[in-house]
């Protein structure tokens, strides 16, 4: 333990700095402030400095094994450690308000395929409402033989499936259209995640309501300030649509949904209807705000796409990024993930000088349809630069596009379902940089 | 004691129970008529779902002043940067389209869909039937739809042509055809590459000195986009009234959405310059500008900040929360 003392302003600050370099970001920075105040307040202050870092390195016995740690149920629900920093993140300026805006998944700090549920990234058009699950009620109606009110006891009675699936907003990397504009991997890409998601398939539930024969669409309708609302076709509720309670081994978290939401896998997010509370079966599309007015693809031509449903296959080089640079020649393992909205992967590939020549990288773990897939390539580096890019290809035969082909298809004012292939400019120091080769 | 109580409630549900459905596995209720009446709020192009009753360009003029203007702008034209809802005719095959809904959106069933379910921002479904007829009538007014006689019902309303619905086209995706070529597939002579403008985006998460972290929302974006990277907020720890800490939840749902970026000449919270000539003139007055609404040089405070379903006792709560972190 260290001695109570008065320091001299040099220790003082010497003490603050090496407090500080064991901190992350904001508590850094916050200590930082702190240790500043207590300078400019100096005749009274007192500091305990605590033991160097280094004195837990071996030879030495490490401080925390000099004595027992919390015993169980010391944290009744568990929390990452305090030394890591996995956050959401946003960049304020891209919406007017926080409560319809979106923030974006730490992809650069993620571990394997699953997204922990506290940092999948947020997409809000109304605020998270504060649902009470006892009174929370899903009604389906229309064009059905039997309209149906669901609790979600009434629900969690139904057959259950489990399915591991990315979800992704359309507006993904769509600030990038017209140049390289964000600085991290967490802005360019970070509004995906991947996650099990658990619940019944829509199937199940139009059977117990019976669709009528002229059913040809789905209205699904949130519980939100927005009231969020998107027109589904029937053959996609047939094929995989699941009406989930559970995220990730636990109920959804309120952020995503709870107690109930929709999933189209592999569609853009906002089709996902969350805090979903009604089903319409219907003999048309219903044309609402948010398949209109937003989530429409402006073309150079004026006229503009409608329904874009899918997310076409996409990848993206998570290490090194410019959240993580490399820190040391030698041998390096290259990681990202790659994912694709008809299917499953089935290669990524991999190029160091901007697309000229690409090599075949390694798919690794689980390789699953719609779901985020890890790939990795092994090579050295010895400081010099690279356009570092990755190239998805899925079961389909799709080949993610160069931002050159979708430049020449779609302009620059689409918004939306930006997947082209991504280039990292690795400096000579290791530093990496987002840019853009056209 | 516990275990008895909580089975009331399921005993009173059985007891009253409800129609069991008839479905393959028997799971769920009967959802009656009424319970489907008061959800099933949706309009489609072809006018199914538009209720009873009418509106008109004249009512909709008062109604969008009191109740839209202070996000959207007087004439449609957007406060801030909240959406602009008129204008830009001629725009969307131009480097700088402006989607509005007379120069983009498709049907103007979405128009009245949306307002009901989710205008206006703070307080969603708390406009009557005839009330959003009024607001719609107005806004294809502003956008030159329809005329200053415009009556809106059912039967008019679905007549309604959008100038731009003929834009619209299924997705053909996909539209780009890469191929999986692996040697000499680029010339790199031609690269013309583009790096990011340092500065735009929050990187203090992983950079040293390169500005704020963005694990919170400053919620600012017009001095963000001014000066390239967002401001350090004050740390200064304010202790709040028991009074203003009951107004923060209101704040929070009813009151930043204007109160924090300083849109339609609301003064900031936390903008103490903005808020001393206010404070001065006395806490009668500044709560009932807030439950009254109030017209002045530099904008508009609509009653209750548009959400009527707020007590008086809510919205006093509210103006001590905002003045006590800006004095």
């Not at chain 1, 029937?234 to 559970?246: P, Q, R, V």
């Amino acid at each position: 333990m260290g001695r109570i003392y008065e320091p001299s302003l040099p220790k003082l600050m010497e003490a603050i700095a090496t407090e500080a370099r064991g901190m992350k970001g904001l508590d850094r920075r916050n200590f930082l402030k702190g240790g500043i105040a207590a300078v400019a307040g100096l005749a009274s202050v007192q500091i305990i400095p605590k033991a160097s870092a280094s004195s837990n390195l071996p030879p030495n016995l490490p401080k925390w094994q000099s004595h027992l740690g919390p015993g169980v149920v010391s944290k009744p629900y568990g929390e990452p450690a305090e030394f890591e920093d996995l956050q959401r993140r946003t960049v304020p300026w891209l919406t007017v308000d926080a409560a319809s805006s979106i923030s974006m998944t730490p992809l650069q700090d993620l571990e394997g395929i699953i997204t922990p549920s506290g940092v999948v990234f947020e997409r809000y058009h109304g605020g998270i409402p504060n649902v009470n699950p006892d009174q929370h009620r899903l009604i389906i109606h229309g064009l059905v033989e039997r309209p149906l009110v669901l609790t979600m006891d009434d629900l969690r009675r139904f057959p259950s499936v489990s399915e591991i699936r990315f979800i992704e907003c359309p507006a993904n990397g769509g600030m990038e259209w017209r140049g390289a504009q964000m600085e991290a991997l967490q802005f360019t890409h970070g509004m995906l995640a991947c996650c099990e998601w658990t619940g019944v398939k829509l199937s199940t539930l139009l059977d117990e309501v019976g669709v009528k024969p002229d059913g040809k669409w789905i209205l699904a309708e949130g519980a939100d300030a927005a009231g969020m609302s998107r027109s589904i076709p029937l053959e996609k509720a047939l094929d995989d649509t699941i009406i989930a309670w559970g995220q990730n081994g636990e109920a959804l978290r309120p952020e995503q949904g709870y107690p109930l939401r929709m999933l189209n896998p592999g569609w853009e997010g906002n089709t996902s209807v969350k805090w979903l509370r009604r089903l319409e079966i219907g003999d048309q599309p219903w044309h609402h705000r948010e398949e209109t007015s937003k989530y429409t693809d402006l073309m150079p031509d004026g006229r503009a796409r409608r329904f874009t449903w899918v997310q076409e296959a996409n990848s993206v080089i998570t290490s090194p990024c410019p959240e993580k640079p490399l820190k040391q020649s030698g041998f390096v393992e290259i990681r990202g993930y790659a994912w694709s909205g008809r299917g499953k992967i089935k290669a990524v590939d991999i190029s160091f000088d901007g697309g000229v020549n690409w090599e075949r990288t390694e798919l690794k773990g689980l390789v699953l349809s719609k779901a985020l897939t890890q790939f990795s390539y092994r090579t050295t580096w010895s400081g010099q630069p690279w356009l570092l890019q990755s190239r998805a290809i899925d079961e389909t035969g799709y080949v993610q596009p160069t931002l050159k082909q979708l430049r020449d298809e779609r302009g620059g004012w689409s918004i939306y379902h930006k997947n082209s292939i991504h280039t990292w400019n690795v400096m000579e120091n290791g530093d990496v940089f987002n840019v853009q080769i056209s | 004691m516990f275990r008895s109580l909580k089975l009331i409630p399921l005993l009173l549900t059985m007891a009253f129970s409800v129609i069991v459905s008839a479905g393959p596995l028997g799971i769920g209720s009967v959802a009656t008529p009424e319970m489907i009446a008061g959800w099933d709020i949706d309009i489609r192009p072809d006018g199914t779902g538009l209720p009873d009753g009418e509106g008109t360009v004249a009512a909709g003029e008062g109604l969008y002043e009191a109740k839209c203007a202070s996000c959207h702008g007087l004439f449609g034209e957007g406060e801030g940067r909240w959406p602009a809802l008129a204008g830009g005719e001629g725009t969307l095959d131009t480097l700088h389209p402006e989607k509005t809904v007379g120069s983009y959106w498709p049907y103007a069933s979405t128009l009245w869909d949306y307002i009901h379910r989710a205008m206006p921002y703070t307080a969603p479904q708390s406009l009557t039937d005839a009330e959003t007829y009024s607001i719609s009538a107005y806004v294809l007014y502003l956008n030159d739809i329809v005329d200053d006689e415009f009556v809106a019902n059912r039967e008019t309303f679905a007549r309604v042509k959008m100038p731009n619905e003929e834009n619209f086209y299924v997705d053909n995706r996909p539209d780009s055809k890469n191929e999986r070529c692996f040697e000499n597939c680029a010339d790199p002579k031609a690269f013309e590459i583009v790096t990011t403008i340092n500065g735009l985006t929050p990187t203090g998460h992983f950079k040293e000195d390169s500005g704020v972290a963005a694990n919170h929302y400053d919620g600012n974006p017009s001095a963000a986009s001014e000066s390239g990277i967002s401001k350090e907020k004050n740390d200064t720890k304010i202790v709040l009234s028991d009074k203003a800490t009951l107004g923060k939840g209101v704040y929070d749902t009813a009151c930043q959405a204007c109160h924090n970026p300083g849109i339609a000449g609301a003064p900031r919270t936390g903008d103490k310059t903005a808020w001393v000539s206010r404070i001065d003139q006395g806490m009668d007055v500044l709560n009932g500008h807030a439950i009254n609404g109030y017209q002045g040089a530099d904008g508009v405070m609509p009653a209750k900040g548009g959400n009527m379903s707020l007590s008086n006792d809510d919205v006093i709560n509210a103006v001590a929360f905002m003045v006590e972190l800006s004095r």
